[in-house]
């Protein structure tokens, strides 16, 4: 079935989940379609009662129908309605099939990843993101190279390699975890790189993690509640 005839098959009226994220915490709501335009590709939700209106605005949104999703962008988000233009017919988005629960840490209460080798720790920087099974950074292309040069490896040859890395959350303190390479990603023009580690931390320390992640979560939602 194609975007067009999916459209077609949306009745007004009825209610459909939206999902989205929102500083890396998935917002999912169910809203009732107010109208479609096939040949324009917009869906309208109503909005009124929906108390989650701010965290539409950037990332990218989906809408479950069945077994399917389509990718949205949003077309706008005044008032009381919600407005998408369909882009196309999508899997399953990374928000629903990812194990579990991404966080982006407080600016005022940030989380510093370091990486070590021995006693010495050559490379510290913050988390853009943290999961109970990863954590994201943004490294300058210096770092970068440090970093590979602990691994005495090439870009191309660090992948699925492992750092020992310590992790210090805001209040539960330093934990430690051993972090493994899955992706490098280019920003600002070759200036910066993100890069994402699997890691797997002790069970004690896991406990840490999970405590964090959970408050963060509620700080994020919260503040989202009362925008």
């Known amino acids: 079935?194609?975007?067009a005839e999916l459209l077609k098959s949306i009745k007004v009226g009825e209610p459909h989940e939206i999902i989205t994220t929102w500083q890396g915490v998935p917002v999912r709501i169910k809203q009732k379609v107010r109208w479609v335009s096939v040949p324009d590709r917009l869906i309208s939700f109503d909005f009124s009662d929906c108390k989650f209106k701010r965290a539409f605005s950037n990332e990218k949104v989906y809408v479950k129908l069945g077994e399917l999703y389509l990718e949205c962008d949003i077309f706008s988000n005044i008032r009381d309605?919600?407005?998408?233009?369909?882009?196309?017919?999508?899997p399953p988005p990374p928000v629903v099939m990812r194990e579990f629960v991404r966080v982006e840490p407080s600016e005022s209460k940030p989380v510093y990843v370091s990486f070590c080798t021995g006693e010495d720790c050559i490379v510290s920087a913050?988390?853009?993101d943290v999961s109970e099974s990863g954590v994201g950074l943004m490294l300058s292309k210096e770092d970068v190279a440090k970093l590979l040069s602990m691994l005495n490896s090439a870009e191309g040859e660090a992948y699925h390699k492992t750092f020992s890395?310590?992790?210090?959350l805001p209040e539960e303190g330093r934990i430690s975890a051993v972090g493994e390479l899955k992706n490098i990603l280019s920003?600002?023009?070759?200036?910066y790189f993100r890069l994402g580690f699997k890691i797997e931390p002790k069970p004690a320390d896991?406990?840490?993690l999970r405590s964090y992640i959970m408050k963060r979560q509620r700080e994020i939602l919260d503040k989202l509640m009362s925008l």
């Open 126 to 128: 913050k988390a853009v």
């Open 1 to 3: 079935m194609d975007t």
């Open 187 to 191: 920003k600002d023009e070759g200036i």
């Open 165 to 168: 890395m310590v992790i210090e």
């Open 206 to 208: 896991l406990k840490k």
């Open 81 to 90: 309605e919600l407005v998408l233009r369909v882009n196309t017919v999508s």
